[in-house]
């Protein structure tokens, strides 16, 4: 079993920054796929960027594209969201989630799931 822990949310004014990070516990995240996924009000899920090993690459959705940047430290066992720029489209529960094998924006295909923690943009 592997246990996630998110962190690193808060409010930001637009154009700002936040990164947000991933414990992982019970299990290293080697061999896993680590997903952010985000939640807005009267939104479905979302997912937004994912890492894994067996593919050597990193994918995200084309609205956070050249401002988020998802990152992996093996060592602490951490997956981190760098978020910049910030704008109105960005507010929303931001979920870790992580399973073994590859990438997949369906997140049914994801057994392991965080708490979540709240990304607000306001001036």
């Known amino acids: 079993q592997v246990q996630l822990v998110e962190s690193g949310g808060g409010l930001v004014q637009p154009g700002g920054s936040l990164t947000l990070s991933c414990a992982a516990s019970?299990?290293?995240?080697?061999?896993?796929?680590i997903a952010w996924f985000r939640k807005a009000p009267g939104k479905g899920r979302e997912g937004v960027a994912c890492?894994?090993?067996?593919?050597?690459?990193?994918y995200y959705i084309d609205s956070v594209r050249g401002r988020f940047t998802i990152s992996k430290d093996n060592a602490k066992n951490t997956v981190y969201l760098n978020m910049n720029n910030l704008d109105q489209e960005d507010p929303a529960v931001y979920y870790c989630?992580?399973?073994?094998?590859?990438?997949?924006?369906?997140?049914?295909?994801?057994?392991?799931w965080g708490q979540g923690t709240q990304v607000t943009v306001s001036l």
């Open positions: 890492t894994s090993d067996s593919e050597a690459g990193y």
């Open positions: 989630a992580a399973d073994e094998g590859r990438c997949s924006a369906w997140d049914r295909t994801y057994r392991f």
């Open positions: 019970g299990s290293t995240l080697d061999g896993y796929a």
